[in-house]
């Protein structure tokens, strides 16, 4: 059995193909989960809304969007411990591994994964390592746009050309996919891998976060616990604009001056949040306007437009994507579940289950070496000179023969890059190798290499370069030296990962914090037996899988656990 992931930056999901049609494996009552992991006060792994629900507690110990620094050198510290993106992500592949086992009632261990059509080639390569330290055998790397587009694409009957418009909690892409009989080929990407829901909540907590500061002259920026909460009540505010003109923000207790305690209270009209987004929104429009002009195709030729990613959930996405293409947008499948509904498929087709439909992807950057060229007499020195070139078909090889620019040269440095700009330096460097010993094929010639560029449906590269005299040749496979881990290295991760993951308690973090209150002396009877009804209701709730419930309760235990540990440290402050 081969399972869909959509590892997403606020939430992901695992799904598979049963009789014919892709379906989500739920949680309890979660058919996502949110991409959060955490450790409590207690030492206690957290994974999804557990630690979601920690993140106002204990932002310090809680991770949220590391898919952002997929392909990065960044640590990320929690408790005594550091981790990778790579390790806090296998975390999250773990969890998802664990749910898929325990709706199938058999081991998991393959799994094809999904990346954002615009993910460099580090990103993918850190992506697959934590495929492989959740102990899953990743057996394909797939673009996001292009597994919505076959989620959508298995009850399109006819020959289709559509844009996907892909705008979720972090990252944001568009692609335009070409369907034709059985055929789903992407023609062309783009996007920009830091832009999502995430940015909206930032913006509108930072702009009540202003009007507080002017109202009290407290930043609310400088306190972890209280930005924290008020980020989290930013996203639950943008959630409620999707449906209502207004939205309340409230936090109690939020801070403190001359030792009287600060509410905040905030209305936030729709007109408000779309004044603070808008910059952002139009800024997706470049990228429509980008894959246009690189397939060549004209807006009155798009059948239709899905609409995938939970931040298109936003009323001014749709009346936004309406307007500049003139087509009403499509959300028929629910833009949350659309990615992995969509990995599932893929899955399934390698699988080799009876699935009509082939998957024809696209590279989403040009892929070249630098290059010296002379001109009028002049030597020019890092220029890029590209051998795939952006949204080709993939897989793709090809080949180019270079020369050295002297006939002693007997050695040159092979310059691998991406990205679009005429200079070399500019774009984004990949990796580099040295091919020495060259000679010339005729004396007082020049020596010629071949340079060959295997770019595999993953989106994997492999550099190979041939001396044409000697037939001596060097390869690398193109990976990010600080973010690709070795064999050795994703062995000790796994290590690592299966080590914490024995969760003794999904709801230990806030639990435990209450029992610490009602051991101690501070508490009067009616607060204890408020306390003690709460924790009873929540082990009632998390026993009969009723996550809903349980997430309100768990809502509601720590709203109560900030008033009651706020008055614990007045009185200590008066002793």
Do not use: C
Not at 139 to 161: F, K, S, V, W
């Amino acid at each position: 059995m081969i399972v869909g992931i959509d590892l997403g930056t606020t939430n992901s999901g695992v799904a598979i193909v049963k009789n014919g049609a892709p379906e989500m494996l739920p949680h309890g009552e979660e058919r996502i989960i949110p991409s959060v992991v955490g450790r409590s006060p207690t030492g206690q792994w957290l994974v999804g809304t557990p630690a979601r629900n920690q993140y106002v507690l204990y932002p310090e110990n809680t991770v949220r969007s590391i898919k952002r620094e997929m392909g990065s050198d960044l640590l990320v510290q929690l408790g005594d411990r550091t981790f990778s993106p790579q390790e806090i992500s296998a975390f999250i592949l773990r969890e998802l591994k664990s749910i898929a086992e325990q709706n199938l009632g058999q081991p998991v261990s393959d799994a094809v994964i999904t990346v954002p059509a615009y993910f460099a080639d580090a990103a993918r390569q850190a992506t697959r390592d934590a495929g492989q330290i959740a102990g899953f055998n990743v057996r394909r790397i797939i673009n996001e746009p292009t597994a919505a587009a076959l989620a959508y694409g298995l009850n399109m009957a006819e020959d289709q050309m559509v844009l996907v418009y892909d705008l979720g909690g972090g990252t944001f892409d568009v692609s335009l996919v070409e369907l034709m009989g059985g055929v789903v080929e992407v023609r062309a990407s783009h996007g920009n891998t830091r832009l999502g829901g995430d940015d909206f909540d930032l913006l509108l907590a930072a702009r009540v976060a202003k009007q507080f500061e002017e109202q009290h002259g407290i930043n609310l920026q400088e306190d972890r616990r209280a930005w924290a909460r008020l980020i989290r009540a930013s996203e639950q505010a943008k959630i409620t604009l999707s449906a209502h003109p207004f939205a309340w923000i409230k936090e109690e207790y939020v801070a403190e001056k001359g030792g009287v305690p600060l509410h905040l209270e905030y209305e936030i009209s729709r007109h408000e949040f779309l004044e603070a987004i808008g910059d952002l929104l139009e800024q997706t429009l470049d990228s429509v306007a980008q894959v246009l002009e690189d397939s060549q195709v004209d807006a009155e030729e798009i059948s239709q437009v899905l609409l995938v990613g939970g931040s298109t959930r936003i009323p001014a996405v749709w009346e936004l994507i309406a307007n500049y293409l003139d087509i009403e947008p499509h959300m028929s499948i629910n833009p949350e579940e659309a990615v992995a509904l969509g990995a599932s498929v893929q899955a399934a087709i390698i699988a080799g289950q009876p699935i009509d439909a082939i998957l024809v992807d696209v590279t989403p950057h040009s892929l070249g070496i630098e290059v010296a060229q002379v001109r009028l007499g002049r030597l020019i020195t890092d220029r890029y000179n590209v051998l795939i070139r952006r949204n080709t078909t993939i897989p793709v090889t090809k080949e180019e023969i270079y020369s050295t620019i002297h006939p002693e040269q007997d050695t040159v440095e092979v310059k691998v890059y991406q990205g679009e700009s005429e200079i070399a330096s500019e774009n984004k460097l990949l990796g580099s190798f040295k091919v020495t010993g060259l000679k010339p094929e005729y004396p007082g010639e020049l020596a010629r290499v071949t340079v060959r560029f295997d770019f595999d449906v993953n989106g994997i590269l492999k550099v190979t370069a041939r001396d044409r005299h000697t037939g001596h040749q060097k390869e690398i496979t193109v990976e990010a030296t600080t973010a690709r881990l070795s064999e050795t290295e994703i062995l000790a991760a796994q290590s690592r990962v299966e080590e914490a993951f024995d969760f003794p308690d999904e709801t230990s973090a806030l639990v435990e914090r209450a029992k610490r209150l009602m051991d101690g002396n501070g508490l009067d009877p009616e607060e204890h037996n408020r306390l003690q009804r709460l924790m009873n209701d929540i082990q009632e709730a998390r026993s009969a899988g009723d996550v809903p419930r349980l997430t309100a309760l768990e809502d509601q235990l720590l709203d109560v656990l900030f008033d009651m540990e706020l008055d614990e440290e007045d009185e200590d402050g008066e002793e």
